[in-house]
């Protein structure tokens, strides 16, 4: 298994797994398959050039993805993961945890120390899956502006000193 920050020209895999998330579990995004299946080449370029997408690699076949970015945000957060997703036959190998470490592994150099992430309120594995890597609550829970009136609720993680 290998964790890739996947690059423009590696669009496909990043569509591919994208649109499997969606298409597998739409209720846990607040994007939706319809909207991204309609997306051209040069926007799936742009939705790697925008944010670092992490796909985990069995031989060649993306099994896990996430997306980091950088910014200012609640609670001290340097970045925001997004679209954290895993292939059902997949779950429970230890795919996200692989993923944050490489994200602790790049903290300092890529400023990825205070990582934050929101997750629907009623999501309990993710949920659970999070707290296990660390993350914890923060501040109120908030409604969703892609799919209201859901809400979600935002988590923060310490990257470990390295």
């Known amino acids: 298994m290998t964790v890739v920050a996947l690059v423009p020209d590696q669009w496909a895999i990043a ?5 499997q998330s969606l298409l597998d579990d739409p209720d846990a995004f607040g994007a939706r398959y319809e909207h991204e ?7 799936w370029r742009d939705f790697i050039a925008r944010q670092t997408v992490l796909v985990v690699l069995d031989q060649k076949r993306p099994v896990a993805l996430t997306t980091v970015e950088n910014l200012e945000g609640d609670f001290g ?3 925001w993961l997004g679209g954290c997703w895993v ?5 429970g190998r230890g795919h996200l ?4 470490d490489f994200i602790d592994a790049h903290a300092v150099e890529r400023d ?8 629907w309120i009623d999501n ?3 949920i659970t899956a999070y707290e296990a890597l660390g993350f914890v609550t923060m501040g109120d829970q908030m409604v969703s ?11 923060i993680r310490q990257a470990p000193a390295r």
């Open 112 to 119: 990825w120390t205070v990582q934050g992430l929101g997750v």
């Open 145 to 155: 502006t892609r799919q209201p009136p859901r809400r979600y609720q935002r988590m």
């Open 15 to 19: 569509r591919d797994i994208r649109l």
């Open 97 to 100: 945890r692989r993923i944050m």
């Open 87 to 91: 292939v059902p036959s997949e779950r």
């Open 124 to 126: 309990y594995p993710a």
């Open 77 to 79: 957060a340097t970045c």
């Open 37 to 43: 299946v309609e997306h051209t080449v040069k926007q």
